[in-house]
């Protein structure tokens, strides 16, 4: 604190506006001194009106002009109300007396009062920057958040709390914004805050330089000019933190709805035309049947007949798995609840698709005969098939692929394992997403990545589950409640 605040004499203040002040208070004491002299009253009351006039003059415009009116009072008493009356004595002891009272007075009314007017200015600031906050919030939750946020912030901003300029970096866009007038050395201030993430403040050039973090994440940098307090630019960069926030949550969430509706396109695209092939398909095979019928063949017309026999019949499977694919996703399959058993639907499979193994012998391992779920047939067979089909395409040549089934506390788990590449942890999870298809398995054979997709849903469909650890496949199942 300064000595002139501590007086109570403002800084501002100019040497017209302080002479004005102080002749102003001199005219009131005068006036009084004459009066009192004319009306004959005594030092008493006469001192007391002197004492309200200083008093007056120390709240109203500060120390110095009040002790420039109490040394004038002082004389105007001594030289009117004192004895010898009209003779300005100084030497008396009572002169000293009233002017020591009337600058303490002065003084202690006048801190009193430069107390006061600092508490109503920081107050009327405080109470400015929270109307300032309060614009800036509303107007961040009407920026378009189509567009980048960094240059509609650092505008509101300026803007909003009159400064002289600002910079935004945006980590997510790596792009830096700016508003104001910024030297050619100062463009990427906001980015090397970023990049030491430390607060900074410059006073001579009034730049304060603020990392832009929500909880623990850095979602950029900010760096304001101008005349702003550390706790107005604090909350300044909390609600620029929020923003930027707000627009990465919001341009995920788009990316997330583009990509779920071009999956939704794509899937309605597939199943119409899975629907329009089966009718031709179903002539296709109609009549490829008919050709063994027509007359003997000779080896090369029997060799073409199978070969349209079998690629028919693939795509048949192929459009089975997308009819059914779309009638789990909208929940219209009617899903049966008949008591299986493990090892009949696993031999039963095992027989169907051992023609179509590529060479690899298949191994059986269900220990447990009686072990039994209620379910889809039908549908739990396609999901068996998809993972027989699956080792049998990317297995090693001449490896046998391996089918188990087992009890696992309330649950039945069927799992089919192969001797190939193990399926990369970062895929563990999305191979199971229709139409998806790791990087490895592009090159080894030929897929659509929907048949693990449908796997999938036929598992939810009966309330399981399914995963992979390296080249294992495992169907987890709810135990039959009647065992």
């Avoid at 627009?247 to 199943?271: G, M, N, P, T, Y």
Wanted: hydrophobic fraction near 45%; proline fraction near 3%; charge should be negative.
């Amino acid at each position: 604190m300064s000595i002139s605040e501590v007086l109570g004499q403002p800084n501002h203040k100019t040497r017209r506006q302080f002479l004005g002040e102080s002749l102003v208070g001199c005219w009131v004491v005068a006036l009084l001194a004459f009066a009192g002299y004319v009306l004959h009253f005594n030092s008493a009351p006469v001192g007391f009106l002197f004492l309200l006039v200083v008093v007056s003059e120390a709240i109203l415009c500060g120390f110095w002009q009040a002790t420039i009116v109490s040394v004038l009072a002082c004389a105007c008493l001594d030289y009117f109300f004192y004895p010898p009356y009209l003779t300005l004595n100084i030497t008396d002891p009572q002169d000293w007396v009233a002017l020591g009272a009337f600058e303490l007075s002065a003084l202690v009314v006048s801190r009193v009062s430069s107390r006061e007017q600092r508490s109503t200015r920081e107050a009327t600031i405080q109470r400015t920057s929270m109307e300032q906050l309060y614009e800036l919030s509303r107007s961040t939750l009407l920026i378009n958040l189509h567009k980048p946020p960094g240059p509609q912030l650092a505008e509101l901003i300026q803007q909003i709390f009159s400064i002289e300029s600002v910079a935004i970096y945006d980590a997510n866009s790596g792009r830096s914004d700016r508003s104001g007038k910024w030297s050619e050395d100062e463009l990427e201030l906001a980015k090397d805050c970023f990049v030491v993430q430390t607060d900074s403040h410059d006073s001579t050039s009034h730049t304060s330089l603020r990392v832009l973090r929500v909880g623990n994440d850095v979602v950029g940098a900010m760096a304001v000019r101008g005349d702003l307090g550390p706790l107005v630019t604090d909350a300044l960069s909390s609600l620029a933190a929020i923003t930027l926030d707000r627009c990465v949550s919001f341009e995920k969430e788009s990316r997330i709805e583009a990509a779920h509706q071009s999956e939704r396109l794509r899937a309605a695209v597939l199943d119409s035309l899975a629907h329009a092939v089966k009718t031709p398909l179903t002539a296709i095979q109609t009549a490829n049947s008919g050709l063994r019928e027509v007359g003997k063949l000779n080896q090369a017309q029997q060799d073409l007949v199978s070969l349209v026999e079998n690629e028919a019949s693939q795509l048949n499977l192929l459009c089975t798995r997308l009819l059914q694919t779309a009638k789990l996703e909208a929940n219209e399959l009617s899903l049966g609840q008949d008591e299986i058993a493990i090892a009949d639907l696993v031999s039963k499979v095992v027989k169907e698709q051992s023609g179509r193994m590529a060479g690899h012998p298949i191994e059986v391992a269900v220990p447990d005969s009686d072990l039994t779920i209620r379910g889809d047939a039908e549908l739990l067979s396609m999901a068996l098939v998809q993972f027989l089909d699956n080792a049998a395409k990317y297995s090693f040549a001449d490896r046998s692929v391996k089918v188990s089934a087992w009890e696992s506390h309330s649950e039945v788990m069927i799992s089919v394992h192969n001797y190939g590449p193990a399926i990369p942890i970062s895929d563990r999870d999305r191979i199971f997403q229709r139409f998806y298809r790791g990087e490895g398995s592009k090159t080894m054979a030929a897929g659509t990545g929907i048949g693990l997709s449908t796997v999938k849903m036929a598992a939810e469909a009966h309330h399981g589950h399914v995963w992979v650890i390296g080249t294992t496949f495992v169907l987890a199942l709810p135990q039959h409640d009647g065992r």
